[in-house]
């Protein structure tokens, strides 16, 4: 039976409707704000005529006001969204929103998903994500944040979070606590809606990045930021999920926003690419021009290498998640290696500029301070190759191969 890799032609049509729409719309307009116009008229006008063209909260169910796309199909939508910093936020599918739009869409009550998943879908509102501690970094289990009840009604948490994005631009936050220190170690977090603001969840600053900031950075991005807890008091209808179920919401809501990242690195690295190879093919170095150069032509050629196992690797996990499949093996590999693609291919964009590349004349050199943040958010490179790799021990003592856990089966 023959491998078919070919993409339905509705969701090859819906990629190029997306793709001119980044072109049409979402790039000339960062040129809008870097002359200077105001943020959320730009914003504004981007939403709604995106709304008007049904683009929009791509993956959301159809009932819910989304377009209903399932896994391959948002794959390919959000592959071209990365080439503009306002092509996800134009469609109301930026992270950290996006994930955790899925997760009260999969766990959240009727009235949750009418008090606070509705506000979100229609861009009315923003929402932040509160897990990462200083205490525990990339392992979520130390977390030492604690929700304790207070009768039958409330919950009240004390404790600290670091790294909560975009929180100083959030009208709520979705906040893991532990509710249970004596149950096993994956079954004693619980999560927590959290309407802002609010004076238990006291920012108390965005963290300062090696990332290049502007006057929009925080706006846009909402910054890193350090958050203290204090007697902060919850309506116990504001669990999410249930009790003990945080931890696992959390994994799930996290791989989404992994691979989202992934996507979204494909069309920046691909930008970054044509814009080397505008730059070598327009340049001439000692007589003679810059792309007849081997040494050149051998850094745009890793480039495209690179990024064309980056596509093959996010289109078969689209494959799996379309059919049900266990992807976390694939996930895991592809946040790794995407991670250091987008870095590796910026980077060599830069080099092939010259001293333009470092100026802040192109928007390489922002871009290159603020891709290098994924080789440790969402989890760093070295914990997820640990993962992967103890997988790669357990398949070989498993079955005396490790095919099974490096896509030897490729299903």
């Known amino acids: 039976m023959a491998i078919d890799f ?11 409707r997306v793709r001119q729409w980044v ?15 105001d943020y959320k008229t730009i914003l504004g006008e981007l939403r709604q005529k995106a709304r008007a063209q049904g683009l929009w909260c791509p993956f959301i169910p159809k009932e819910y006001g989304g377009m209903g796309l ?4 948002n794959a390919l939508v959000q592959m071209e969204l990365g080439e503009s910093y306002l092509g996800a936020l ?8 996006d994930a955790t739009m899925m997760t009260i869409l999969t766990h959240g009550t009727e009235d949750q998903k009418e008090r606070f998943l509705k506000p979100l879908l229609n861009g009315e509102k923003r929402v ?3 897990m990462t501690e200083k205490a525990a970094g990339a392992d979520a289990t130390g977390m030492q944040t604690r929700a304790v009840k207070d009768g039958n009604e409330n919950y009240v948490l004390n404790g600290e979070k670091w790294f909560s994005s975009a929180a100083s631009v959030a009208d709520m936050a979705l906040v893991m606590a532990m ?3 004596d149950a096993p170690r994956h079954q004693r977090y619980s999560t927590f809606i959290v309407e802002l603001p609010n004076p238990g969840y006291n920012i108390k600053r965005n963290i300062p990045t090696m990332a290049l900031e502007g006057p929009l950075s925080h706006i846009m991005g909402g910054g890193h930021a350090e958050i203290e807890i204090k007697n902060l008091v919850v309506p116990a209808a504001n669990l999410l999920g249930g009790e003990g179920n945080g931890f ?3 994994q799930h809501r996290l791989a989404y926003g992994r691979l989202r990242h992934g996507m979204h690195n494909i069309s920046l690295a691909q930008r970054a690419l044509d814009m080397a190879a505008e730059r070598v093919t327009s340049r001439e170095t000692f007589g003679k021009p810059l792309a007849e150069r081997q040494a050149v032509q051998f850094m745009l050629a890793e480039c495209a290498t690179q990024l064309y196992i980056s596509r093959l690797m996010l289109l078969h996990i689209a494959y799996k998640a379309e059919k049900g499949l266990d992807l976390r093996q694939e996930n895991g590999i592809a946040k790794v290696y995407l991670a250091n693609m987008v870095h590796q291919v910026v980077d060599t964009a830069i080099q092939l500029h010259g001293s333009l590349g470092y100026s802040l004349d192109t928007p390489l050199a922002r871009w290159y301070t603020h891709i290098r943040s994924q080789r440790l958010v969402d989890g760093p490179d070295e914990v997820h190759r640990w993962t992967t790799g103890r997988n790669v021990i357990k398949a070989f003592k498993a079955t005396g191969t490790t095919a099974g856990a490096c896509g030897g089966d490729l299903v």
């Open 23 to 37: 072109h049409d719309e979402c790039i000339p307009a960062e040129k809008r704000l870097i002359d200077g116009e």
């Open 6 to 16: 070919e993409i339905p032609a509705e969701a090859k049509a819906l990629r190029e």
């Open 248 to 250: 696992n919401m959390g």
């Open 70 to 73: 399932g896994p391959l199909a």
């Open 90 to 97: 134009s469609m109301n599918t930026q992270g950290p929103d």
């Open 179 to 181: 509710t249970d220190p």
């Open 128 to 130: 932040c994500y509160s």
